[in-house]
């Protein structure tokens, strides 16, 4: 892996923990293969907006997935965690999806422009994508930085479904 690819990796790691809260212990393999993953599929490109719906307050085997947008791609890694542990987490592989197989876009819970300043709205956003059969809503958490960044994606997914 090139050193550029390597720092990319990296900047992936500290993304994900960032966009959400959830805690390491002492297995982190499947983390570090996620981010790892994520940097080869992006290679040069940059990463517009990540995020994950890892939840480790279940308290049983669940789903889980690290979804990031490239200017061209989709990158989805799919878990599986048992228990409710992040310990026993299983990197289940990565799948790519171009941008332009975007099919729907909804955008709700914005909030009101009135009285902001350019810099601080919007506070809170989100969108719902579908991707074939496929259809999440982002951020998965409604706190967080997450609001603005997905109000960024926005207008680049607008432009998708035109593609």
């Given at each position: 892996m090139s050193e550029n690819l390597l720092a990319v990796a990296s900047d992936v790691c500290t993304r994900i923990y960032?966009?959400?809260?959830f805690d390491f212990v002492d297995n982190r393999f499947w983390y570090d293969l996620a981010s790892s993953q994520i940097a080869l599929i992006a290679g040069d490109s940059k990463i517009l907006y990540i995020d994950h719906d890892i939840n480790t307050a279940h308290s049983d085997n669940t789903t889980a997935k690290i979804v990031a947008f490239t200017?061209?791609?989709?990158?989805?890694?799919?878990?599986?965690f048992s228990a409710g542990s992040t310990r026993n987490g299983r990197n289940?592989?990565?799948?790519?999806?171009?941008?332009?197989?975007?099919?729907?876009?909804?955008?709700?819970d914005v909030t009101n422009?009135?009285?902001?300043?350019?810099?601080?709205?919007?506070?809170?956003?989100?969108?719902?994508?579908?991707y074939g059969d496929e259809t999440f809503t982002l951020p998965f958490r409604s706190y967080g930085p997450a609001g603005l960044q997905v109000a960024q994606l926005a207008g680049g997914l607008a432009k998708d479904l035109n593609g």
């Open positions: 960032e966009a959400g809260d200017e061209d791609v989709v990158i989805i890694v799919d878990l599986t289940l592989g990565a799948r790519v999806i171009g941008r332009r197989e975007l099919s729907a876009f909804t955008v709700s422009a009135i009285g902001y300043t350019q810099d601080d709205w919007p506070k809170k956003a989100s969108v719902t994508v579908t």
